[in-house]
């Protein structure tokens, strides 16, 4: 059943009038008369009667009408569900913990009215996250493909900010005084960073790391959570870790916990995000013009190759948080 012609019968009885019906729709008198016609011939019944003020229901259009108002009802609802200026924007992060959910969350309060939906896709290849995007699953990933050639040509990454890395420690650990630390300070030092996925982008960038800095990262164990982690540092004498600037950690006091920021060169992670090539969410601009207008960070910078080679689908910069998820 044509559903143009069901918009038309219920706009046409809800005014009495087909002219107001086909100022309201944006088409033409006519165009309304032809299509509650057609409507009529399929239902072969007669739904109005013309009077000299403009249409009446006759007794089957009164008794067709509000299963009309309900099939057009539910296509509004149903297009509303998809159309992307009209429902909630969808973006996938690492964790809702992370810099990425932050920097989201600083966005929307400062734009209270927006919808948005932070979802986690709980994949490790940033291959599957542009899947996603592709097939409109979400509508942008914070993630990296290290490679930008290998992206599908239905997508594209753009730069997001950079993620300035910290020392996280325990109060027995012998870095546990220092207000900031340089690379070369955490040499022979054991970072543990359990988890470690292999062939994720986090993994590539730890092996740069190790290898810029000669640092000692060691990836053994599964990834038991946040609290395993924590509550080992808290214990361990020698025993760090390397978090983004703005993730979010909690623990408990008596953990007392060290965050120690990294210097000369900061060692940053570079988080960008892919979105459509096509046919975007109409709101990912404004988070877009957000994200390029985040300050970059101060001093010298350290950021694995694929940052710092040329790539035209990169942007700006800014600072920020997390190096893992």
């Known amino acids: 059943m044509d559903t143009e012609g069901l918009r038309s019968f219920v706009r046409a009885a809800g005014l009495g009038q087909l002219r107001r019906a086909a100022e309201e729709l944006g088409v033409t008198q006519q165009a309304v008369s032809k299509r509650i016609a ?31 108002r309900s099939i057009v009802a539910g296509v509004e609802r149903g297009v509303d569900a998809v159309r992307a200026g009209s429902r909630a924007l969808r973006i996938d992060v690492l964790g809702l913990r992370s810099a990425q959910a932050v920097v989201l969350h600083d966005y929307w309060r400062a734009h209270p009215g927006t919808e948005l939906d932070v979802v986690t896709l709980r994949v490790s290849d940033p291959r599957a996250a542009v899947a996603a995007v592709e097939a ?19 997508v594209r990454m753009i730069r997001a900010f950079d993620s300035p890395l910290e020392l996280l420690v325990g109060p027995r650990h012998p870095l546990a005084s220092a207000r900031s ?23 590539e960038f730890y092996d740069q790391l190790v290898t810029a800095f000669d640092l000692r990262v060691d990836a053994a164990g599964p990834h038991f959570g946040d609290e395993v982690l924590l509550d080992t540092l808290a214990d361990s004498a020698d025993v760090a870790t390397l978090v983004g600037a703005r993730d979010r ?10 965050r120690i920021p990294v210097v000369d060169p900061t060692p ?26 985040l300050p970059r960070l101060p001093g010298a910078v350290w950021l694995p190759s694929w940052a710092t080679a040329p790539a035209p689908d990169f942007g700006g910069g800014g600072e920020s948080c997390a190096s893992h998820p």
């Open 38 to 68: 057609a409507l009529e011939r399929e239902l072969d019944v007669r739904l109005f009667t013309r009077t000299a003020r403009g249409v009446e229901l006759t007794l089957d259009g009164r008794a067709f009408l509000p299963h009309a």
């Open 136 to 154: 409109g699953d979400v509508d942008a990933s914070f993630r990296t493909v290290t490679a930008p050639d290998a992206l599908p040509p239905g």
């Open 181 to 203: 630390l340089t690379p070369l300070q955490l040499r022979k030092h054991r970072i543990w960073v359990p988890g470690i996925a292999p062939r994720s982008e986090w993994a």
């Open 249 to 258: 950690y909690i623990w408990p006091a008596g953990h007392d916990l060290r």
């Open 268 to 293: 940053a992670y570079p988080l960008s995000l892919i979105l459509p090539r096509t046919n975007p969410h109409p709101g990912l601009r404004r988070i877009v013009t957000h994200l390029r207008g």
